[in-house]
């Protein structure tokens, strides 16, 4: 049996960006205060990437995100249940790829017991 044309795509975040918000998140298993955050690859896998922000350190698994063409703007994508919110993608200006958080037990709780989602955008800068 051939199997041609099949690859393991893994999420990648060429460069870090840094974005502030005015709530507190919840990311992987962690929820974090509002505030200035960088996120930026793992040096060791592609697939995680590292949030750092004041004292606080938080590493996530993620998938890849495509977009049909590349993006005008780096942005970080954030799921809103009710007063929870929880970052879902990562998108840098000039590419079409971006990197989507896998879903953790917080999110799950998240839209178990929040109600509808929503997606809140805050604008992002590459470092």
Known sequence: MLLAGIRT???????PV?????FPFTVGDATVPPGTYTIR???????ILELTG???????LTNNAAAAAAVARSEVVFKRY???YVLKTIWVDGSSTGAMSVAAE??????KNQGAER????AAQRK
């Not at 690859?41 to 697939?47: G, L, T, V, Y």
């Not at 004041?54 to 996530?60: C, E, I, Y």
């Not at 917080?106 to 839209?111: L, N, P, S």
Request: aromatic fraction near 8%; avoid cysteine; charge should be negative.
């Open 82 to 84: 009710g007063d929870t």
């Open 9 to 15: 795509v893994s999420a990648q975040l060429e460069y």
């Open 18 to 22: 840094e974005f502030t918000t005015a």
């Open 119 to 122: 997606e809140e955008r805050v």
């Open 54 to 60: 004041g004292r606080v350190t938080v590493l996530f």
């Open 106 to 111: 917080g999110e799950r709780h998240a839209t």
């Open 41 to 47: 690859p793992d040096d060791d896998n592609p697939a």
